[in-house]
Nanobody, 115 residues
Framework: QVQLVESGGGLVQPGGSLRLSCAAS????????MGWYRQAPGKQRERVAM???????NYADSVKGRFTISRDNAKKTLYLQMNSLKPEDTAVYYC?????????WGQGTQVTVSS
């Protein structure tokens, strides 16, 4: 059974930065491609970024150049560094496998970008 626990969200002004973390349980973390997803009020959950087991990355166009996904397999932790945040980045952020597995959603972490 895999458990995912997201943290690091908060309230930040436009242009600010946050670093999200996702702690994973289970011994298979290092072999999975992982992703960050987000869901804004009234919108569908969308993929923000993904990283393969080998470290290759891919980003949604809306965050390219501003967000960086990374992973520490020894710590079983996934990260998302978010810079130059915009109000439209406001959402609950989740981590999951990539492609997503709907049995593995955690509680998410709220990111609010507002002045």
């Amino acid at each position: 059974q895999v458990q995912l626990v997201e943290s690091g969200g908060g309230l930040v002004q436009p242009g600010g930065s946050l670093r999200l973390s996702c702690a994973a349980s289970g011994s298979m973390f290092s072999i999975y491609a992982m992703g960050w997803y987000r869901q804004a009020p009234g919108k569908q959950r969308e993929r923000v970024a993904m990283i393969t087991s080998g470290g290759s990355t891919n980003y949604a166009d809306s965050v390219k150049g501003r967000f960086t996904i990374s992973r520490d397999n020894a710590k079983k932790t996934l990260y998302l560094q978010m810079n130059s945040l915009k109000p439209e980045d406001t959402a609950v952020y989740y981590c999951n496998r990539y492609p997503r597995d709907d049995t593995y959603w955690g509680q998410g972490t709220q990111v609010t970008v507002s002045s």
